[in-house]
């Protein structure tokens, strides 16, 4: 498989004779098996110049059959160390992903006395920034479907709903069109003042601005949208904080570009808000990578070097957030192309209560 | 408050000095805040004989007021070095959950040189095995809204769907009631011989039987049945197979009491079924914990010698498959309570294609 072949390259690059890849996206993404999250012992060794070798329960190998060179499988009457031990017999130096989970990374230190467990330098996920055009059409798809949503949502009478009530009518939704949601944030009023504030039993109030965070993924793919929906009359300074937060939204756009560090992105929304007197206001980075997970690097966070490439997929999404009184967010997803920026989200910006 | 007491009692015991809970459910548990997962550090140390300290990003300090007796926050600018090495100044050996992902795990070893890293040796884990009666309350509910969705799904016409549309449809229908679905398992005719095959898109074959796994969280608390939807006419073979797999949950739940192994249990189904001819289609545990996670201890499985215990609850679920012809299983969740076990779920055990 290319991925394979591509992560031997890197891992080539980066010194890694042996990697472990736990069930997990990174696995989904090197062999196209999503794996279920359950607790028993399941992974890929990748070796650089080695043959592939997966563990596996047992009940699971019908369903995994041909995506490693050999199978060792195990049932609840043996238990996984014996097969974990012969999958490690001839390496020293584990490398594993940073989303093994610590039980599973003491039973690897237990398989075999005197490994060396390390963690992996991004091998997996170097591969997993740089999206292919298959990748980039699911997250297109995952957009677009946020993209409708959002309109959706203003034409709803919120006034039958409380944020947990919309919350569920969002999720609903998605799952009518297809994809599974994430589960969405939905703040009326003051309560968007806490910027990851998931939505409670307050009923929506229809004079107040009401901010909504959602997406579902398309083959697995994300999509990551925030809109506010404003009443008819918005107070001034409600106005003209928004208006300052899309101005910030169309600075970081403006400087996108590949071999830019991410942490100018940052710096470019945050000047337009603390140039406003809203500095202190945004409290939270201005986005992250969107692929297999909600969160992935790329991180557009002051102080992160590492530059943007073609083939990133991010969100851009500055917000401030006054504490008691109200908050404000704008986010889209972005893919970082040969040819600049491409905004994958393309819901109006100013949208209205219906 | 009284978890966290209750957890520094546990400790004791257990000679653990210090235990660091990241966000999780375990911290969900002890705090009653869900924790937003992201990647950003976030956590709480626990000290037998000291004060609680919280690291968190500042942007979520408001939501976290009270649950520590201090706080060390970070931003993006000052990053969480700083905090988590000023929380483990006084630490020498730190346990940390079998959650904690392996990226924090090396942040913690990075934060303070020499500090020495272990598993916790089940100090939250055994608090969360015994559920109270809040949790159990909690738990009933869930079960009632699956046995609820169980009854429906058996009055749907199955001709419209496919098994990705039905799963869809039944996430739908769980969030129209209130609470949040896991993702369901659908599986028409041979497609059950997998046990974790979750649905692809198949159109749902009306005289097939129809193998149905779900459930949904009320207050964080999840449910888990399984039942296998039968044509009005089904082959003998399948009949007498879908008997055997009814008795070993007979068997099974025949055995619970107080101080039984968790493994009597599963050898208790398993004979059933082997004395049947089958043993060798019954290829996974009888059982798991059900709480704040879908799976969590106690594990039902061969060689488990802990002792259920007043409190437990979990599911069994026997099952057999038959590669490429079909699958069965038949799934409740069980509390073990004073006066025996109650099963939480009462949908019956012979459901009918609408």
Redesign the interface.
């Known amino acids: 498989m290319d991925r394979m072949n591509r992560l031997r390259d890197v891992m080539g690059e980066r010194g890694v004779e042996h990697l472990w890849v736990e069930a997990s996206v990174g696995f989904h993404y090197l062999t196209g098996h999503?794996p279920?999250s359950?607790?028993r012992t399941m992974g890929l060794l990748v070796s650089r110049a080695g043959r592939t070798k997966l563990v596996t329960?047992?009940?699971?190998a019908?369903?995994l059959v041909g995506i490693a060179d050999e199978v060792f499988d195990w049932?609840?009457?043996t238990?996984p160390e014996t097969a974990t031990a012969a999958v490690l017999e001839d390496v020293d130096v584990l490398h594993?992903?940073?989303?093994?989970?610590?039980?599973a990374?003491?039973a690897l230190a237990d398989a075999k006395p005197g490994l060396r467990l390390a963690?992996d330098p991004g091998c997996v996920a170097s591969l997993r920034e740089h999206k292919d055009s298959h990748e980039l059409e699911a997250l297109r798809s995952a957009a677009a479907l946020a993209d409708e949503t959002a309109l959706w949502i203003a034409t709803l009478d919120v006034t039958t709903h409380t944020e947990?009530s919309l919350r569920?009518?969002i999720?609903?939704r998605f799952?009518?069109l297809?994809p599974?949601p994430w589960?969405p944030l939905v703040a009326t009023g003051a309560n968007a003042?806490?910027?990851?504030?998931?939505g409670g039993d307050s009923p929506i109030a229809p004079d107040r601005p009401l901010l909504c965070d959602f997406g579902a993924a398309t083959d697995g793919y994300w999509s990551d949208i925030t809109r506010v929906f404003f009443p008819q009359s918005t107070a001034p300074e409600v106005e003209r904080a928004y208006e300052t937060v899309c101005a910030a939204y169309d600075a970081a756009l403006a400087v996108l570009a590949p071999g830019v560090p991410c942490g100018e992105v940052?710096a470019a929304a945050r000047k337009v808000i603390t140039d406003a007197g809203m500095g202190d206001a945004f409290?939270?980075?201005t986005g992250?990578g969107v692929g297999l997970e909600i969160?992935e690097p790329p991180?557009l966070?002051?102080?992160n070097e590492s530059p943007l490439e073609v083939g990133h997929v991010f969100s851009i999404e500055p917000g401030v957030?006054f504490?008691g009184r109200f908050g404000l967010r704008f986010e889209n997803v972005i893919y970082m192309g040969d040819n600049g920026a491409e905004e994958l989200n393309r819901a109006p910006r100013m949208l209205r209560l219906g």
């Not at 594993?96 to 039980?103: D, E, I, K, N, P």
Request: net charge negative; charged share 20%; glycine share 14%.
């Open positions: 999503k279920i359950v607790e329960p047992a009940m699971h019908e369903e049932t609840d009457s238990g594993v992903q940073g989303s093994l989970l610590a039980s990374w003491y963690l947990r569920g009518a999720q609903a799952l009518g297809g599974m589960e003042s806490m910027p990851h504030y998931e940052d409290i939270h980075r992250h969160h991180y966070h002051g102080g957030y504490p």
